[in-house]
């Protein structure tokens, strides 16, 4: 490629952000996906990635891999945060959240964390194209939702990195075959990283050509008005939760059981 050219002429706005945070909102906002560092040490990582392992052995004890793989369900750790310490950490990293609070104004929270495996040579249940908050076809000017992978693996064109469609979450519908055979894009990211995506951009997991597993975690935060995929403050202890955790967590957007209770929660504000 030929030097982008640094001069410009017409212009009355400009965006100018300061940190590598704004960087990435910018780059989300206008072409819908952003990597960032989670600002993880070598040994975090790979305490992340031991712990990723235990926690998916003991999750097919508890649920049986025979059941898993019935309802394609193997290949997926359903709310790992509230079964290892690790993953309760993870979604509250701090990198992770300053950009959830610039792209969502407002408040948000944590509507699941899923552990994915993108096993070596086979398919799995997120491969297919897919906007993570399906069946929308609606355009907003600020995300409602966003989702954010962390890498347990290095994500390679070779095992399967997540593909995207550039910019897609500024249009309704999904684009014909041939867009998406010009346009579509392979993101490659470090172990450590965090691939940020507006929900509404649509992606799928490559095919893993490699021998070994490509392991991710995502996230889905939202505006607190959709629901949790699971509830999460009813699986895990809010003991040790500074205030802002249990308001990601949703602890404060637990639906009232009856009008006496609704009025209850007012009384307290
Ligand atoms: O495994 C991947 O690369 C894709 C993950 C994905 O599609 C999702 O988290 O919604």
Partial sequence: MNSIPSKSYGILQQFTPTSIIDEAAEQVANIGYAILDAGYTASEIQGLSEAFDQTHQRYIQTYGESDLRKFNELHTIRSPLTQAKPFL??????????LVKKLIPGKFILNQQNGIINPPQEGYNQDAWHRDLPYQHFVSTKPLAVNVVYCIDDFTNENGATFVLPASHKS????SEKYISNNAIQVEAKAGSLIVLDCMLFHAGGYNKT???RRAVNHVFNIPYFKQQINIPKNMESGDLSDEARDILGYNYLEPASVSEYLSQRAEK
């Avoid at 309704?172 to 684009?175: G, I, L, R, S, V």
């Fill in 211 to 213: 021998k070994s597993a």
């Fill in 172 to 175: 309704e519908a999904f684009p």
């Fill in 89 to 98: 950490d993870l979604a509250l990293n701090k990198n992770l959240l300053s």
